[in-house]
């Protein structure tokens, strides 16, 4: 991932810390451009805790001691650890700003009695890509790509060929679904026969995908299937299982109205369903944010 220079990584002190400090060693070879690791925990009340010692220079020590448990030189030497008072949400997405940071990375947290929503609510509102870790140990080696062909899956599907590039023994799954009209007994075919039409054209949509993207077939595996399940993130969910794949990338425009629906209606239940593989949300830089300081206050 020649382009993710400054990564942030917020971390709250549970196991899941170390899936996070984790994946980044245990996968340095994707981050090869890789400048600043900004390591990061925002407490609501620096206050609220007797200590001899100013809290927050107790917790930032915490963060130190996590990455150097590692003994990875190579992380240590790109990593700057910071405390925050406030409310994390705010903060998070403040100092993605500040720092100007290409990806966001956060562990998975289950929705239960509320924990996780600030997960849910960090992916949907940064402008940046985000990175989500499941509490795991991650290697990466297989890909999984849900492609629709639009523009925001070839922002994904050619961030999926640079990592396959760089991880070792990488395979690649470009993944397509499509459904059967509701109406096509008007056409006269037989549902069979429609599956058999639709399939056709999903394979011709998907080779001229490649082709715009100017990547070779043979640096892909295409799968193609009638989705049957009731959701299509849940489709994907499965077929990752099935692959038993390291990683799903999904594409998403950014900040704007079109790229909030799409994160609502389907990365968004990856976020909260999937919990096998990492998710990495693709979101272009520098797009069209005219709704983001509305957005903010939401």
């Known amino acids: 991932m020649k ?3 400054r990564i942030l990584i917020a971390l709250d002190f549970t196991e899941m810390d170390q899936y996070l400090i984790g994946f980044l060693s ?3 070879q994707l981050f090869t451009n890789l400048e600043q690791a900004y390591f990061i925990h925002v407490e ?7 200590s001899d010692k100013p809290i927050d220079e107790v917790l930032m020590q915490k963060e130190k001691n996590e990455v150097s448990s590692l003994d990875d030189e190579w992380l240590k030497s790109r990593a700057s650890f910071h405390i925050i008072e406030g409310d994390p949400l705010k903060e998070i997405l403040n100092w993605s700003e500040i720092k100007k940071v290409d990806l966001l990375m956060v562990g998975h947290k289950k929705l239960e009695n509320g924990s996780g929503i600030l997960m849910q609510r960090l992916a949907r509102k940064i ?9 795991k140990n991650i290697e990466v080696h297989k890909l999984l790509i849900p492609l629709d062909f639009s523009d925001h899956s070839e922002q994904a599907i050619k961030l999926a060929v640079q ?11 470009g993944h397509h679904l499509f459904q059967v009209p509701t109406g ?26 490649l082709k715009k993207c100017k990547i070779s077939e043979n640096k892909i595996q295409k799968r193609i299937e009638h989705s049957k399940f009731s959701t299509v993130s849940d489709t994907i969910i499965q077929t990752s299982q099935d692959l ?3 990683m799903i990338i999904i594409g998403s425009k950014g900040q ?19 919990y096998r593989a990492a998710l990495l949300i693709v979101k272009k830089k520098n797009e069209n944010f005219g709704f983001w300081e509305a957005f903010k206050k939401i």
């Open 163 to 173: 990592i396959g590039d760089l991880a070792k023994d990488s395979e690649l799954v």
């Open 244 to 246: 038993q794949s390291d």
């Open 3 to 5: 382009d993710i220079k």
């Open 127 to 135: 402008r940046t890509s985000v990175l989500v870790i499941p509490p």
């Open 44 to 50: 609501r009340d620096l206050g609220s805790e007797e």
């Open 256 to 274: 704007t109205f079109a790229s909030w629906v799409l994160l609502g209606s389907i990365a968004e239940r990856l976020i909260v369903k999937n």
């Open 26 to 28: 245990k996968n340095k």
């Open 184 to 209: 096509y007994t008007k056409t006269g075919k037989t549902y069979e026969e429609m599956e058999t039409i639709m399939h056709g054209h999903a394979e011709t949509n998907f080779n001229n995908f």
